[in-house]
């Protein structure tokens, strides 16, 4: 079966720096896939090559078949391959509500469809999503009233907004309290389960990645390292000097 995401051989160089050598992976549709490695090792910078952020010095990205390593990210996100940062990227200033429409609208329709025939179903789409990731209670409220977790969440609801065919989740965990990781957690399994939503997720919290992805890739000074099932990478002895070696 021929993947959804398939990367194949992809370099890309900061100057002096190899943050990514001769990458070589696979997300099949359908699956949850990890993406670990110790601070540095490259993982953002693939993220960032596979949207369409900067171009890779050497190397192939096929997304459904279709070769996308010179694409841009509005045409790469138009086939429905999303990405969401390390860092929330929302409107503090605007509601959730807002937030959710501002970022349906990114996705290239012409005004006129988007201001009049859609936004009825838009508007009904946001708070079913809302409601979706435990929002709906606040969905009228700025989003800088929010916490940092439940921003995380509207975050994701966000990007759901955007009907993506593949998610890729940077972090999608770092920062949240206990509690609020397993709710998002849960949420994740579910829009992979209920929407069908092909996730690929960088964490660096062993508990959820183990917990979530059904497959692990890891990587280590910009090259990989090891993959696997998670119960697999747990023990594999590289993986562990990996993240050793780099604290
Ligand atoms: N825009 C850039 N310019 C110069 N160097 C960069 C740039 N982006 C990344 N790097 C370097 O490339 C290497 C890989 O960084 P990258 O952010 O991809 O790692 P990472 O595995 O995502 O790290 P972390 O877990 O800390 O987020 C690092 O040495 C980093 O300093």
């Known amino acids: 079966m021929t993947a959804m995401l398939e990367v194949k051989n992809v370099s890309k160089s900061f100057g002096a720096v190899r943050a990514n050598e001769s990458i070589s992976l696979e997300v099949h549709e359908g699956r949850i896939v990890g993406l670990i490695g110790p601070n540095g090792s490259g993982k953002t910078t693939l993220f960032s090559s596979i949207v369409g952020a900067h171009p890779v010095d050497e190397g192939s990205i096929r997304f459904q078949g ?19 940062f390390q860092q929330t990227r929302i409107y503090g200033g605007m509601t959730c509500v807002e937030n959710m429409l501002i970022s349906a609208s990114q996705r290239g329709s012409s005004l006129l469809d988007l201001f009049h025939i859609r936004s009825a179903a838009r508007g009904r ?3 079913d999503l809302l409601a979706f990731v435990g929002l709906h209670a606040k969905r009228h409220l700025r989003a800088d009233s929010l916490s940092f977790g439940q921003q995380k969440l509207l975050e994701f609801a966000m990007a759901l907004m955007n009907e993506p065919k593949m998610l890729m989740l940077d972090e999608p965990t770092a920062g ?66 990996a993240y050793l070696g780099a604290h």
């Open 176 to 241: 949240i309290n206990p509690i609020l990781i397993d709710g998002l957690i849960d949420r994740l399994k579910q829009a992979n389960a209920v929407f069908g939503v092909t996730l690929f997720v960088i964490e660096h919290n062993m508990r959820v990645i183990m917990s979530l992805a059904e497959h692990i890739y890891c990587l280590a000074h910009g090259e990989l390292l090891a993959e696997g099932p998670p119960e697999e990478i747990r023990n594999d002895r590289r993986v562990i000097d």
């Open 66 to 84: 279709r070769e996308i390593s010179r694409l841009r990210v509005a045409d790469i996100a138009r086939l429905g391959l999303i990405r969401t």
């Open 125 to 127: 789409q946001a708070e």
